[in-house]
């Protein structure tokens, strides 16, 4: 009993020990509790919670909850999620903890718009690129398309048109993909347009811009989408009080380029050596040349600059203001613009007004309905000669120009009518004044657009979203040519007046889009899979007429009733239809691993029954490896991720109803002795075509270094263009019948893009650099059973780009006797001479035919770029944006001779004559040898030109009021900035503009500009 008691005592304190060092453990242990959500106090799912110094953790549920037993109660946790910022928080006893996660500012942070829904673009699997909207908001430009020039790799954007109302640039996404149209589609709030509906927009209310440039992005879009997507969001009202914002802006716009015309003095001369030098006699006499010089006698020997006198100094101003607001409920964005802009070609332009409201409300937890309604009148001013005269012939403005004025004659007299003729007996000109200050042209332009649309939200992850958009364009145009004499110096009638005409014309155009889209998104721990299943159904109509008279009683009376002579009327009408079926599938495991899946089967009236629901579908996957535990906390490597892609695209801008025979109207013949009006077939029909098809892959890497510091995007694709409608010739046999277009070229695009970005502060001083660039290569792959298609001086052959320069390859002027004696037979019956243009003999002949063409320039950049710096110190900030191209030909035409109305450039001064051995350019007197252009329709390389340029695009300058200053007028922000656009161009050409259209080589079209600005931004 004694041994019993000795050992129960030290079994019942071992035992007591053992059992208080669980309790004390099992007291250090603690159940904690909590939610993550976002900015938005929306719940996280997928968030890490890690006990940190252990492998301790777990994440949120779909509804951001999260349970986790931690080692003690003094514990510390972290807590992770993609691209937010990281949290570090000691528990100290708590229970439940409430945590609201920051976004990381980071690049790969931003929301992107992509195709029916937005992404982060860290989770983004496609080739998307985006532009930050601030930083060309308050730009001096009329239209917003042209402000995303060089800001995006992959996306040339060329402004060949700058004419105030019709200045729509061209925009080439990946490169031209395929011999007919090559425009994207533009998508603005979900509603299909074109790009022109772009440039309609005002910058201030465009939200985000994104572009879709891979098939993975883009095949949500089918048909459409060959050529690109540009997804284009408008801003919309925010939980808050209501905010005021207005933007003041007054700009100047000159021309570009001025090019260095001959004086009359230089002219007159020049004119005289011309006819000398081709054996004839000179036309100004020694005392008109000083008559000239002197200005003693300006109505018959003046001295015009002729481009001065048709450009000028534009002023262009635009207004905007805009009221947002709203509650948990309700909210609203209505906005208005006015902008009036003159153009720098006289007595043209546009104004332009527009009012926007975008509403939203919320109905109840599970039911939304918003609507989008902007209303726009826009009038355009411009001559019957068309302003933008690079398709107008002889009758454009800048042709008028350039072809048929000489500097000796007065733009007007001193008694104010118009000069047509100076002291001389040459041939009178055409006075581009008069066509500017005396025709009429008006066109007024009227848009309505509207969209409604309501969601229900069902079964917890499901919603439903339907909507019906409707555009509505009109547009009405009077043309009148007045009746006018035409003038000598003499006050003489040297052309007697003809009929005035009147013709009004009217267009209409109306689009329907009804969506309808059901979605699903899921996440089961790790798991977040989302699902769009959507029907579409378009319809395009066309309506236009006009009516026509001439010999009105009076040039003051535009009536189309008031005449009834040689009265004219035309008509048409036109209608497309569009179905479609959508789906799409995102998978993200853990926010490392995403795949994709897009499909669209489309049907289209433009195509046969048997052809019209062909099937796009893509994949695409991206791995973000920064995720991974040997890469994951990082010091260096904030995200790393590797993403890839593949689809097919399609492409229904192939015209319409090209299967169907057409017959023609207005193709008369004689019946019994009469003309009869009467029907015919002019061109045959294919019903076998079916769609182009684009097949594209895509490699890319998304990657950011440093914290958000340095962020990185690069892109390889390869995108090739099949079944491309063209048409090949066919036998006369048929009756000169035109051929019907096949489904029989290809083309192949591949390249390589670049996106670097790097942000720092340094104090007060915040910085940003970015530079973008892409390197495309484009080629033929196939043109059925042809070999080649020569088109004046361009020409398609497999395996050179689209529309390559094809002509004679010029190896200089001859000099010497020994170079003449050397050279091949020339062009036409003169004999070659000392001076003339030596071109080389491929063939071997010794004599220069047209065998002797190839292939001697490239239409397309090799290489596009841009280049971006940004800094702000306290209230100041500096933002300079430059642009350019490489590797890219133009041929730039001046005549080699000169003609009675012709201007000419300075540089003929510098031609080769017996007294200038050494000039630059040929002698005047063989035109048929040194204007290859005129006489032969081909090129040749004497012209050519590399037109690599880089270009200021922007400079701006702002001050911001510190808040304190202005918190007694009740204002959150006032900037106010001064910029300037296109301020200065490196380039090696001279006279003419290098961004330009490759078909524009005598600066035809209307001019760009340069801008000077001043503005004020405003918010309250």
């Known amino acids: 009993m004694k041994y019993y008691y000795l050992l129960k005592g030290p079994l019942v304190w071992i035992l007591f020990l053992f059992l208080a060092s669980l309790t004390t453990h099992a007291q250090t242990r603690k159940i904690l509790k909590g939610k993550v959500s976002d900015e938005a106090n929306q719940p996280v799912p997928g968030a890490s919670i890690l006990e940190t110094g252990t492998s301790n953790g777990t994440t949120t549920n779909e509804n951001g909850e999260f349970t986790l037993i931690l080692s003690s109660s003094e514990a510390i946790i972290k807590i992770t999620f993609l691209s937010y910022e990281s949290q570090t928080l000691s528990i100290k006893n708590q229970d439940f903890i409430n945590i609201s996660l920051k976004p990381d500012a980071t690049q790969l942070n931003q929301v992107i718009v992509v195709g029916y829904g937005s992404q982060k673009k860290a989770n983004l699997t496609g080739a998307v690129a985006s532009v930050n909207m601030d930083d060309i908001q308050g730009l001096p430009i009329a239209n917003a398309a042209t402000a995303l020039q060089g800001r995006l790799p992959g996306v040339t954007i060329s402004s060949f048109n700058n004419q105030p109302g019709k200045n729509d640039p061209q925009i080439r996404i990946r490169g031209v993909g395929t011999l007919n149209n090559n425009n994207p589609l533009v998508v603005i709030d979900g509603v299909p347009t074109d790009v022109a509906s772009l440039g309609d927009l005002s910058p201030d209310d465009i939200q985000s811009i994104s572009v879709l440039k891979d098939a993975a992005s883009a095949s949500i879009y089918g048909v459409r989408a060959a050529n690109g997507v540009i997804l284009v969001t408008t801003k919309r009202g925010e939980n808050g009080k209501p905010k005021v914002q207005i933007r003041e802006t007054v700009s100047w716009q000159k021309p570009l380029i001025k090019p260095d015309y001959m004086d009359a003095f230089t002219w007159a001369n020049t004119y005289n050596d011309f006819l000398t030098e081709t054996g004839a006699a000179p036309e100004f006499t020694p005392e008109m040349i000083q008559k000239i010089k002197d200005q003693t006698d300006p109505d018959r020997f003046a001295n015009t600059d002729w481009f001065d006198e048709i450009y000028q100094t534009a002023p262009m101003q635009n207004h905007y203001i805009s009221l947002s607001g709203g509650s948990d409920f309700s909210k609203y964005l209505i906005s208005t613009e006015y902008q009036k802009q003159e153009g720098a070609l006289v007595n043209t332009g546009a104004d332009r007004i527009q009012l926007r409201a975008n509403l939203d409300h919320q109905v109840s937890k599970a039911i939304s309905f918003g609507l989008n309604l902007r209303g726009l009148k826009q009038k355009i001013k411009e001559p019957i000669a068309a302003a933008d005269g690079n398709d107008a012939g002889d009758n454009g403005i800048n042709r008028v120009l350039s072809a048929f004025t000489r500097p000796t004659v007065p733009a007007r007299y001193s008694f104010r009518e118009y000069g047509y003729t100076d002291g001389t007996s040459l041939f009178q000109i055409k006075n581009p004044l008069r066509f500017l200050y005396e025709q009429q042209f008006d066109t007024d332009e009227y848009r309505l657009d509207g969209k409604a649309f309501v969601e229900a939200k069902f079964l917890k992850d499901f919603s439903f979203t339907s909507s019906l958009a409707v555009i509505y364009l009109n547009s009405k145009s009077v043309r009148f040519n007045p009746s006018l004499d035409s003038y000598g110096p003499d006050r003489n009638i040297i052309v007697a007046r003809t009929p005035n005409s009147l013709t009004n014309a009217n267009e209409t155009f109306t689009n329907y889009v009804n969506e309808n889209l059901l979605r699903y998104n899921k996440r089961i721990g790790k798991h977040d899979v989302k699902v769009l299943i959507g029907h579409t159904v378009q319809y395009d109509k066309t309506e236009n007429f006009s009516a026509s008279v001439v010999n009105l009683p009076s040039n003051d009376i535009r009536v189309i009733g008031a005449s009834t002579e040689q009265p004219t009327n035309t008509g048409s009408t036109n209608a497309v239809a569009l179905q479609s079926f959508l789906g799409r599938v995102n998978y993200n495991y853990d926010n490392k691993y995403f795949v994709e899946l897009n499909a669209r089967i489309d049907g289209s009236s433009r195509l046969p029954q048997s052809q019209q629901y062909p099937l796009f579908p893509s994949i695409s996957a991206g791995w973000v490896v920064s995720e991974e535990s040997f890469l994951k906390d990082n010091k260096y490597i904030s995200l790393l991720k590797i993403r890839a892609s593949y689809g097919t695209l399609g492409n229904q801008q192939i015209g319409n109803y090209a299967f169907v025979q057409n017959y023609n109207l207005n193709q008369n013949y004689v019946f019994n002795g009469t003309l009869s009006p009467g029907v015919a077939v002019t061109s045959l029909a294919n019903a076998a075509i079916k769609w182009e098809t684009t097949t594209m892959s895509n490699m890319g890497i998304d990657a950011e270094f440093f914290r958000g510091k340095l962020a990185l995007t690069a892109d390889y694709f390869n995108k090739d263009a099949t079944n491309i409608l063209f048409t090949t010739p066919i036998p006369n046999t048929l009756g000169g019948l035109g051929a019907p277009p096949q489904n029989s070229a290809a083309v192949n695009n591949r390249g390589i893009e670049l996106n670097l970005i790097h942000n720092h502060s340094i104090g007060d001083f915040k910085y940003q650099v970015g530079i973008n660039g892409s390197i495309i290569k484009n080629k033929v792959v196939s043109l059925a059973s042809q070999d080649r298609v020569i ?51 491929l063939n071997g002949d010794n004599r220069i035919t047209i065998d002797d063409r190839t292939i001697i320039g490239n239409p397309f950049p090799k290489l596009s770029y841009g280049f971006n710096l940004g800094g702000s110190y306290k209230g100041f900030d ?17 005549l080699s001779s000169i003609g009675v109305r012709q201007q000419k450039l300075n540089v003929w001064t510098d031609r080769f004559t017996l007294s200038n ?11 048929a040898n040194n204007d290859l252009y005129s006489t032969y329709g081909a090129s040749d390389s004497y012209g050519f030109r590399d037109a690599s340029y880089l270009r200021l695009k922007n400079i701006e300058l702002g001050y911001t009021i510190p808040k304190h200053i202005i918190a007694k007028l009740k204002m959150s922000r006032i900037r106010i900035y001064a910029s300037a656009v296109n301020p200065y161009t490196w380039t090696n050409i001279k006279n003419f503009d290098v961004e330009k259209d490759a078909t524009d080589d005598r600066n035809l079209g209307y001019l760009n500009t340069k801008n000077i600005a001043l503005g004020l931004s405003a918010t309250f």
């Open 791 to 841: 088109n004046g001086n361009t020409i398609l052959v497999p395996g050179s780009p689209i529309d390559s320069y094809y002509g004679y390859i010029a190896e200089g002027i001859i000099r010497t006797a020994e170079e003449l004696a050397a050279a091949p037979a020339g062009f036409g019956s003169i004999p070659l001479r000392i001076g003339d243009i030596r071109y080389r003999d």
């Open 878 to 894: 500096l933002n300079i944006f430059l642009q350019g191209i490489e590797g890219v030909n133009r041929r730039y035409t001046d």
């Open 917 to 927: 051995t050494d000039g630059v350019l040929p002698r005047f007197g063989n035109n």
